[in-house]
């Protein structure tokens, strides 16, 4: 379930973090109260900072937190999952446009290669060079603490 959040400013991309917490306690199956209460909570201790210069340590900082708030809370493997969901759906939030356009045609639309390369006016190549370097880039960077 995607739940909708608070933008920074008009026009502005959701809070990163905050849509992360939001994806985690919904995964957890934990009330959307608690969710702004310990949004708050970690706002308020420093670990969210700016929305638009979050970096890869702010995310870790913000998993780490949530792991030790949650952990005496509900079932650790159900939370080891819910934060892994929650860190891919931010990576893949975060890609470039074009290669978010090539995964969402294949992955989430189950088009073909060649299909999203006639929609989009690219070579069959060039799509599957699309979707490879996001495939990486999210596995790559999509790393939740134990």
């Known amino acids: 379930m995607l739940l909708q959040h608070r933008r920074v400013e008009a026009g502005a991309r959701p809070d990163r973090l905050v849509a992360l917490i939001f994806h985690v306690i919904a995964g957890v199956g934990i009330s959307r109260r608690t969710a702004v209460r310990i949004a708050r909570d970690l706002r308020g201790e420093g670990l969210l900072p700016d929305p638009v ?3 890869r ?3 870790d900082r913000v998993v780490s937190a949530l792991q030790l708030v949650l952990e005496s809370r509900v079932d650790k493997g159900l ?3 819910a934060l892994e969901d929650a ?3 931010d990576e893949y939030r975060s890609l470039p446009a074009p290669q978010r ?3 969402e045609a294949v992955v989430e639309r189950h088009r073909s290669i060649p ?3 006639a929609e989009l006016g690219l070579s069959p190549e060039e799509v599957r060079t699309r979707l490879n370097e996001a495939l990486r880039g999210v596995a790559a960077s999509a790393w939740v603490s134990p």
């Open 53 to 55: 210069l979050v970096s």
């Open 57 to 59: 340590e702010d995310l």
């Open 79 to 81: 939370l080891a999952k």
């Open 87 to 89: 860190v891919l759906l």
């Open 101 to 103: 356009v090539v995964v």
């Open 115 to 117: 299909a999203v390369a």
